[in-house]
Nanobody
Framework: QVQLVESGGGLVQAGDSLRLSCAASAFTFSNYPLGWFRQAPGKERQFVAAIDRSGGSTDYSDSVKGRFTISRDNAKKTVYLQILSLKPEDTAAYYC??????????????????WGQGTQVTISS
């Protein structure tokens, strides 16, 4: 059974940095593009970042470009999201997701097949 488990969330102060991790099991990790999404209270889930199978190509939403960095370690079956200069509006549950087998990175939720349970990030001002 495919599992994606996020970690690294918590309560942090504005201006701090954070690195989220998402560990995968039970599938050939390197064959799947990966993405991060977030959902703030009362809002729809939105795209944050995506990365291709090799880690050589990435994509970001305009709202996080320059502060967020997605990366992956295929040997460890883990995808990361480094967040710099956290802002109160970054408060959300963050989800990692795996796309279709041998697929390409996407900003669209329906292109992702497997989802983690999410990790909560709360920023205090």
């Amino acid at each position: 059974q495919v599992q994606l488990v996020e970690s690294g969330g918590g309560l942090v102060q504005a201006g701090d940095s954070l690195r989220l991790s998402c560990a995968a099991s039970a599938f050939t990790f390197s064959n799947y593009p990966l993405g991060w999404f977030r959902q703030a209270p009362g809002k729809e889930r939105q795209f944050v970042a995506a990365i291709d199978r090799s880690g050589g190509s990435t994509d970001y939403s305009d709202s996080v470009k320059g502060r967020f960095t997605i990366s992956r370690d295929n040997a460890k079956k883990t995808v990361y999201l480094q967040i710099l200069s956290l802002k109160p509006e970054d408060t959300a549950a963050y989800y990692c997701a795996a796309g279709r087998f041998w697929g390409t990175p996407s900003s669209r939720e329906y292109d992702y097949v497997y989802w983690g349970q999410g990790t909560q990030v709360t920023i205090s001002s």
